[in-house]
């Protein structure tokens, strides 16, 4: 699904599924991704956290408040009670019994079909969530090369280093948030020196931004595009990958 875009005409942009693809079914379910898949996104991104015994599950928000039918944070849940939930009613009835998915089932139904873009969130909630989620990588022998489709990034950059060290050769990327929208060489360098993609949000990307972005040798994949005009304005940027609801916006 790589298509033919960017400035020089001649570069991929990478389409990479927010959530799955969650215009089209709950966010950050197996259905999202299984959409995905079929709308052949060529990464689907998925939000990593861990529940009160340990386990690691995909879920955006600290609460299960919005995306379930249930109450209360995703760090004083157990597993058990997190997966009796229904994370698919929320969106459409025809999702209805639709779980909160664990990172480990995941790489297992989908590694090797398409790329994993994992953010771990708000991982100073959970202190040790870099060693798990390296653990479950390392497991499956997805951490030897970086060109196995496997990309973890998040906004706090403390967690992206410590990530990085422990899987010093999977790709790793800096979210960064309009609080980033002045970052200066001096800090892309920097960030260079473990991450391979500055991940910004789209409303802070300019052309200029995107040659130095490139110029400290890191990709940009911006999030997260909700229309045609977004998705157009950044194919006019250059950018690497456009992280998106809605992955037919880029096949148009
Ligand atoms: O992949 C980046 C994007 O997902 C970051 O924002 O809030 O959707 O996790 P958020
Ligand atoms: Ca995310």
Redesign the pocket.
Known sequence: AQKIHGKGGNSKTIN?A??GASGYAPENTIAAFRKAVQMRADYF?I?VQMTKDGKLVVI?DTTVDRTTNGTGKVGNLKFDEIRSLDAGSWFAPEYAGEKVPTFGEILDQFRGRTGI?I?L?SPELYPGIEEKVAKEIKKRNLHHNPHQRIIV?S?NHDSVQKSKSLLPNVPHGV?AGMNWKNVTDVQLQQFATYADYF?PNQNLLTSELVDRIHSKNMKTWP??ARTQEQVDRLLGLGVDGI?TDFPDLLQK
């Open positions: 990479i927010h959530r991104e939000d955006h873009l953010e969130k990034q906004f979210l991940n999030y997260t992280i």
